[in-house]
């Protein structure tokens, strides 16, 4: 029997290696920018078609190479930044193992010019797919100019699995926003199919921030500042009053790099605990600076995932540090002795008699007396809800109720019909303003309002989006909403599904909008806030599939608008609630698989008082 062990020749070797290091085009944009970063470039310019998958170019006026250097750097593990074991714990650089370069040039084709500028000339440099196609001498500027054609183009099943032109585009913004963060003193300017689309001078940290977040930021930002001998942690947090819910900006930096930490997140939001509830996020770009040898980076082959090596006493030193900021800001409550607007309190008079107060007592009122006097009122005729809740359960469905009735609770009328069956009031209870409780034959139902009402919503946004129906109404005074390149970008995606929905938005330039319109059925909504809800939603979801894209949508908008746990109801807005419930097709639970309805039995009531 013959041998079947064998090494794999250099080609495929690399496309392995660019399966871990090149994931999107995202992803050679970052390590395109980050080899200009580490040759000190100080102007980066790149150039991207069709979200990357035709072109990425990257133009530095970093230092440039030799002609050999240009030949080495597309070899794997080639790199000026190591060269003895010990030089892996003192890592100043971005990139170091030599990889990128080598897994880019595996998966595309790509063309190299670069000169240093102790060299009269250049070199141009041709390689596809691992292999040097020419090499010559030419004339140009000093610096690096990198183009990376057709990616993917020998690895057809990777190209298949690039998602849309806009998703593709936003995770190129994504990668550009951490790096410019972290790099405020470096030029960079985007072009997107010949436009230029971003365009970032080279400033300070804060107007950095405000160059990619949008002006409104920049009066929401507190400083932090602390020197600690395990690190020094630097940056802005935001203020609580504009903290929001859903994704909020939130960027950790460890010695120039991004990272992603949920250990250090949670110090973060510990310190904002008593101040935002629970549900908000608020903005933070807080970074570290540690000795090399006190932080691993080489744990991901993305090097977002680092190790700090005594985490505990850094997530003391951050909580801290954030929750001290917070109180030198006047973040943390203080007691107002401004008495503008403030009730009269009378002053104490001790010359003056007082008086206890007094309580009248109706000794003839009767409860069980209706207002005629006649006797005990009749209870109202009931339907079997117990009955259609186990319908329900086996998936059969209530014949001929639409779900495409108006569901706005405070509009509509108060009740629903169906085929010769009028759903009639039930006893209601609502209790502690979150729960409607309702009697059945083997106990007694409660339904979750909130829940109730995000499923009634979520399918009839769906069913707006799906059939565009959605009715707009006019706003008379527009308001704006600045949004940052990924979330500019996020909102084209979802543009025509919110159009269905009835919002209307025009496009005042540099990634701001108009709010022209809402959906009609909206009632004192913070549009902005709803709108960011949207776009974070679809954001954190990334679908290709457009039913996905429909559902994410509708399921946001009806958490949204949805009435809140402790909304005060009337009966007849619970019937109403009851009613659409039971009409829709899924009425158990809600679209994201949370239980809405649960029945108590009477043997379980019964057993719970005994003795």
Not at 380 to 391: S, T
Not at 478 to 494: H, R, V
């Amino acid at each position: 029997m013959s041998d079947i062990i064998h090494l794999l020749p250099d080609s495929i070797a690399n496309q392995i290696a660019a399966g871990e290091v090149i994931q999107r085009p995202a992803s050679v944009v970052k390590e395109l920018v980050e080899n200009s970063l580490d040759a000190g470039a100080k102007h980066i310019r790149i150039v991207i078609k069709d979200a990357g998958r035709t072109l990425i170019q990257v133009i530095d006026d970093g230092k440039g190479m030799s002609a050999t250097d240009a030949r080495m750097a597309f070899e794997r593990h080639a790199t000026s930044k190591i060269k003895t074991a010990d030089d892996l714990f003192a890592l100043h650089t971005r990139g170091f193992r030599g990889e990128a370069l080598a897994s880019v040039a595996a998966i595309a084709h790509v063309e190299l010019k670069t000169r240093r500028a102790e060299d009269e000339v250049g070199t141009l440099l041709k390689i596809a797919g691992s292999k040097v196609e020419s090499q010559q001498t030419i004339s140009g500027a000093v610096g690096t100019t990198i183009s990376v054609k057709n990616i993917f183009f020998n690895v057809p099943a990777r190209r298949k699995f690039l998602k849309s032109n806009e998703t593709e585009r936003r995770n190129i913004f994504t990668e550009i926003e951490r790096i410019a963060l972290v790099n405020p003193d470096t030029e960079f300017t985007l072009i997107e199919n010949d436009v230029q689309t971003l365009q970032l001078p080279a400033a300070n940290l804060r107007k950095r921030i405000v160059q990619l977040q949008g002006k409104a930021i920049n009066q929401q930002l507190i400083e932090i500042n602390e020197q600690t001998t395990l690190a020094k942690i630097h940056g802005y947090i935001s203020t609580p009053q504009f903290a929001r819910k859903g994704r909020a900006n939130q960027f950790f930096f460890a010695n120039n790099r991004y990272i992603r930490h949920p250990y250090f997140h949670k110090a973060v939001m510990t310190a904002y605990e008593p101040l935002i509830s629970a549900s908000e996020n608020p903005n933070y770009f807080i970074y570290f600076e540690v000795e090399p040898d006190a932080i691993d980076v080489n744990i991901h082959p993305t090097k977002t995932e680092v190790k700090f090596e005594d985490e505990r006493t850094l997530w003391q030193i951050l909580m801290v540090t954030v929750k001290e900021s917070l109180g030198k800001f006047n973040a943390i409550p203080s007691i107002d002795f401004d008495t503008a607007d403030a009730p009269d309190i009378p002053i104490f008079d001790p010359s003056k008699s007082t008086s206890m107060p007094k309580v009248s007592i109706n000794p003839n009122y009767n409860p069980f007396q209706t207002s005629s006097g006649g006797g005990f009122k009749p209870s109202k005729p009931k339907l079997d809800w117990e009955q259609l809740y186990k319908g329900f359960e086996n998936e059969e469905k209530l014949p001929s109720v639409s779900p495409d009735t108006d569901t706005n609770l405070f509009q509509t009328s108060h009740s629903l019909q169906g085929d010769s069956v009028v759903l009639s009031s039930p006893e209601h209870y609502q209790y502690k303003q979150k729960y409607i409780l309702t009697s059945v034959k083997s106990g007694l139902m409660i339904i979750d309002q909130h829940r109730a009402h995000v499923r009634i919503l979520f399918d009839k946004y769906l069913s707006q989006i799906t059939n565009r129906k959605g009715v707009s109404q006019r706003v008379l005074f527009p308001e704006m909403i600045q949004l940052t390149s990924a979330e500019a970008s996020s909102l084209t995606e979802i543009a025509e599904d919110m159009e269905a929905l009835g919002f209307e938005l025009s496009d005042l330039g540099n990634n701001a909008f108009a709010i022209q319109g809402i959906p009609s059925e909206l009632q004192n909504v913070d549009a902005v806030a709803l709108i960011h809800s949207l776009i974070d939603k679809n954001m954190e979801t990334g679908s290709n599939i457009q039913e996905q894209v429909h559902e994410s949508l509708a399921l946001s908008m009806a958490n949204f608008t949805a009435i809140p746990a402790g909304k005060s109801l009337s009966e007849e807005e619970m019937l109403l609630m009851v009613n659409q419930l039971f009409a829709c097709q899924l009425p158990n639970h809600t679209p994201d698989g949370k239980s809405i309805i649960t029945v108590i039995s009477d043997d379980e009531i019964e057993k719970k008082l005994k003795g």
